[in-house]
């Protein structure tokens, strides 16, 4: 069985800080992909990242940076230097090879505060 | 521009009603999703469609229907039979079918039971 656990369900820091958002997921299969979205007060999902279970580098996108190992089954997301607009509810997912399912994690509230 | 629309944004139910929920896609894709968010939640598949006149239940199918008539469209209606509708609809679509294909999501819209 597919599962995603994001631990943390709500965060709150200053704007500035550094803040990571962990998830942990399971599956029995060797191919997979996994997703990180955010989804802000609007409501709508935003994608910002897909990593597939065969490329473990680690990615950086100007103050955001994925850290992806299979050794301990989680694929973290850094915020460095976080602003207010970050401020969002944000969802890590996995997709099992073979399959058309996104299994998504119940989400994490991050809060900026000015 | 190219999207995801949904509308309405918010709908209203009355009891015993069947209700329908619109999502079109100008992006020329394959494949097309619906997603229930309850409060606190993750999202939950309900139905999905890979190709036009073909579609098939997700792990909340029940009180729920959709049809696939055109490749751009794939209205989601919630029958009478659900009996707890009131929830955060969000629609989604991916190029392609198939496993690990980025799925992109619409605005989303809010049901309500009066």
């Known amino acids: 069985a597919q599962k995603v656990t994001q631990a943390q369900t709500e965060i709150s820091v200053v704007e500035k800080e550094d803040v990571t958002l962990d998830c942990v997921y399971e599956t029995r299969d060797t191919t997979y992909y996994l997703f990180w979205y955010k989804q802000p007060p609007s409501g709508e999902l935003v994608f910002l990242i897909r990593r597939n279970s065969f490329d473990e580098q680690n990615e950086i996108s100007g103050r955001y940076s994925w850290n992806f190992q299979k050794s301990t089954s989680s694929f973290n997301f850094t915020i460095t230097a976080s602003q207010v607009v970050d401020s969002a509810v944000y969802f890590c997912a996995l997709n099992q090879g073979g399959s058309e399912k996104l299994v998504f994690g119940k989400g994490m509230k991050l809060t900026v505060n000015p | 521009d190219g999207g995801i629309t949904q509308s309405p944004k918010y709908l209203f139910r009355k009891e015993g009603q069947n209700v329908t929920l619109s999502c079109e896609q100008n992006l020329n894709h394959d494949a097309m999703y619906w997603y229930r968010q309850d409060p606190g939640q993750g999202l939950r598949l309900i139905y999905y469609?890979?190709?036009?006149?073909?579609?098939q239940k997700g792990d909340i199918a029940e009180g729920y229907s959709v049809s696939r008539e055109k490749k751009e469209s794939f209205p989601l209606t919630v029958t009478s039979a659900q009996k707890n509708p009131t929830a955060f609809y969000l629609c989604?679509?991916?190029?392609?079918?198939?496993?690990?294909?980025?799925?992109?999501f619409g605005p989303g819209t809010r049901l309500l039971v009066l």
């Open positions: 469609s890979q190709i036009v006149n073909d579609f």
């Open positions: 989604a679509s991916t190029a392609n079918r198939g496993d690990g294909e980025t799925q992109y």
